[in-house]
């Protein structure tokens, strides 16, 4: 066992209970084991170097977890002993904690009102996919695809054009994050291609936010999931 | 000299009002832009979007009804103390705009069986979901939405739930009473008082 007579004392406290004593993060993240709209928040603390516990439920026993749920809804962020909901309002405060947001109300106004822009795109994709009646959503997929789709990511792509790489302020913000972290949700929900194929400046700005240190390092070690 | 804020929507109260109620609450002036439905085709090309209420100040241009009610919010100090208190703000605010969004389609239906079919599953579904669960916030909260006291999320309420009655047809709050209360007491404020007297009188 020993190699010498020498025990080594490192600098390193020695703790004679042979455990690790660890806190608890101080931020509870529960939602489905998917990225789709808990992955926004997950980017932010990541890269705000904030820890949380990310909490993924086995979709068997969301039956039960529902009705203790705000509203029935999931993702929900615990902190401190209360209980916060709504994806984007969750997001906007991991923006806060990591330093993303404006540098005045206005700037906020403006880093908001695109989020929202891209929440509806999502809303409007999410009608489509998630319609239950078959004809409905058969009749549904030519306008999504051939309008909507086209409408929005035309003037997301310019607003990215406009804002040297950047979806608000010419600099990185929080609606970047959100942006390219829904991506792989908002892919799947269209079929599984490519929505940025034909939009350069988008697809740039989505290897910007994925080249980040801590967003590499996140994407890296996170589940892998479809959505 | 002209206001420094200009909102722009159609001519009604609409996704507006919310602001119209700040802007108001606050005393601070700005041009009600009100755009008939008949010239809209020519308007909807000059917002990035597409889309109206749109908010002009110091030369910029921003759109998104939400997120320009808490700007807003902020200026006339109806926002939350910290960040996690603006986090309950904004929570409620966006799902009382959830509820909104599950009525939406009914606006868009032209054909009235499906209409009222539509109105059908609100009623029994959206609406008794929602509303006993918005009455057990304000219950717990003093008789407003969020933090125990009169925030942005009390005008949010009072100005979109008046919006289900419009899709719907009906008296949504008829069996609500501490929501109607909650509503009634942002109308009583005497800068809104004031305003719903005399603001111009539109459908919807």
């Known amino acids: ?227 | 000299m002209a206001p420094s804020y200009k909102l722009t929507y159609f001519d009604g109260r609409g996704l507006a009002e919310t602001s119209r109620f700040l802007f108001k609450y606050g005393g601070i002036e700005f041009e009600d832009v009100r755009i008939k439905k008949e010239e809209w085709p020519q308007w909807k090309e000059k917002f990035a979007f597409g889309q109206v209420p749109v908010l002009e100040h110091e030369g910029k241009q921003v759109g998104q009804s939400i997120a320009i009610a808490r700007y807003l919010a902020k200026k006339v100090k109806l926002a939350g103390n910290d960040d996690w208190e603006n986090l309950e703000i904004d929570a409620i605010v966006d799902t009382i705009n959830d509820l909104r969004l599950k009525l939406v389609p009914i606006f868009y239906e032209q054909d009235e069986a499906k209409k009222k079919a539509l109105i059908e599953v609100v009623s029994k579904e959206s609406f008794p979901y929602y509303l006993p669960r918005l009455e057990t916030v304000v219950k717990k909260n003093n008789g407003h939405f969020a933090l125990g006291r009169l925030t942005w999320a009390d005008f949010y309420f009072a100005t979109i739930s008046p919006v289900f009655d419009f899709f719907t047809g009906s008296d949504t709050l008829a069996d609500y009473p501490t929501l109607k209360a909650a509503r009634e007491k942002v109308n009583e404020i005497p800068a809104i008082k004031k305003w719903i007297e005399t603001r111009p009188k539109t459908d919807f």
């Open chain 1, 1 to 227: 066992m020993m190699e010498g007579a020498c025990i080594k004392r490192t600098r390193k406290s020695i703790n004679i209970f042979n455990t690790t004593e660890e806190m608890a993060p101080a931020y509870k993240l529960t939602y489905f084991p998917v990225e789709a709209l808990a992955e926004p928040i997950r980017f932010l603390f990541s890269y705000g170097g904030i820890e949380f516990e990310d909490f993924r439920f086995d979709r068997e026993n969301w039956p039960q977890m529902k009705p203790n749920m705000p509203f029935g809804q999931v993702p929900v962020l615990e902190h401190n002993g209360k209980v916060a909901h709504q994806s984007i309002a969750m997001a906007r405060y991991a923006a806060k904690k990591a330093k993303l947001v404006g540098n005045d109300e206005w700037e906020d106004l403006e880093i908001d009102a695109i989020v929202d822009t891209v929440n509806d795109l999502r809303q409007k994709i999410a009608l489509y996919h998630y319609e239950a009646d078959a004809a409905v959503k058969e009749s549904r997929k030519e306008p999504l695809f051939k309008e909507t789709l086209p409408y929005y990511l035309q003037r997301l792509d310019a607003v990215v054009k406009a804002n040297n790489g950047h979806l608000a302020l010419g600099k990185l913000t929080w609606a970047d994050l959100y942006f390219v972290a829904i991506l792989k949700y908002l892919n799947s929900m269209c079929g599984g291609n490519d929505i940025l194929a034909d939009y350069p400046n988008l697809t740039a700005l989505k290897n910007t936010v994925l080249e980040l240190p801590a967003i590499k390092t996140w994407v890296e070690k996170r589940p892998n999931t479809d959505m």
